[in-house]
């Protein structure tokens, strides 16, 4: 079974920055689009971007330029760097193949108060 772990996470102030990683145990990795999503309580979970095989990334609207999602297959890993973050982006945060989900991992918790 694929393991995902999401790190990274913690308290920041409005306009700061984080960086989220991400391991998984897939063997296929780099053959995987990757996404990430977000979920804050009670909302449900909500996809912020993908980056496909080939290091091309989408992005959901809210991101706006402030999120860059990056990928080192070589160890099997992708990235969340957010900046600029606003209360809003709280949530917990996600990530996964974009498409035929594996199992979720635990996820990562983003708190962006003052």
């Known amino acids: 079974q694929v393991q995902l772990v999401e790190s990274g996470g913690g308290l920041v102030q409005p306009g700061g920055s984080l960086k989220l990683s991400c391991t998984t145990s897939?063997?296929?990795?780099?053959?995987?689009?990757m996404a990430w999503w977000r979920q804050a309580p009670g909302n449900r979970r909500e996809w912020v971007g993908t980056?496909?095989?080939?290091?091309?990334?989408t992005y959901a609207a809210f991101v706006k330029g402030r999120f860059t999602i990056s990928r080192d297959n070589a160890k099997n890993a992708m990235y969340l760097q957010m900046n600029t973050l606003k209360p809003e982006d709280t949530a917990v945060y996600y990530c996964?193949?974009?498409?035929?989900?594996?199992?979720w991992g635990q996820g990562t918790q983003v708190t962006v108060s003052a």
């Open positions: 996964n193949r974009a498409t035929a989900q594996w199992s």
């Open positions: 897939a063997s296929d990795f780099r053959l995987s689009p």
């Open positions: 980056i496909h095989t080939g290091g091309a990334t």
